[in-house]
């Protein structure tokens, strides 16, 4: 069955780095769109990523921009969010998704949660002052 699973969330200090990873299962990984999301206390699930295999077109939110990079390696069936200069506002449990059946981020909607059909569990990040 079609599987997400993040790792590689943690505590870290402000200004310090962490790689997160998703390793999907279930599915060609040759055909794929994901997406990194995060959910903060009080706050609505927010698009930061997505990469696919139709071009590997990063795409990232703004509040990321920069200090995130996404990247995929298709032989380990996993996708990266490498995230640099974290800041406390950072903080959140972050997923990743998959577009189903497809395999191109939504140009116009890669960043909403109804573009998604498979969930990974999430993986928490805090980052402290």
């Known amino acids: 069955e079609l599987q997400l699973v993040e790792s590689g969330g943690g505590l870290v200090q402000a200004g310090g780095s962490l790689r997160l990873s998703c390793a999907a299962s279930?599915?060609?990984?040759?055909?794929?769109?994901i997406g990194w999301f995060r959910q903060a206390p009080g706050k609505e699930r927010e698009g930061i990523s997505c990469?696919?295999?139709?071009?590997?077109?990063?795409y990232y939110a703004d509040s990321v921009k920069g200090r995130f990079t996404i990247s995929s390696d298709n032989a380990k069936n996993t996708v990266y969010l490498q995230m640099s200069s974290l800041k406390p506002e950072d903080t959140a449990v972050y997923y990743c998704?998959?577009?189903?059946?497809?395999?191109?981020?939504?140009?116009?909607?890669?960043?909403?949660?109804?573009?998604?059909?498979?969930w990974g569990q999430g993986t928490q990040v805090t980052v402290s002052s």
């Open positions: 998704a998959s577009v189903v059946a497809v395999s191109a981020c939504p140009s116009t909607a890669w960043n909403m949660i109804p573009s998604y059909d498979l």
């Open positions: 279930g599915f060609t990984f040759d055909d794929y769109a």
């Open positions: 990469i696919s295999s139709s071009d590997y077109k990063p």
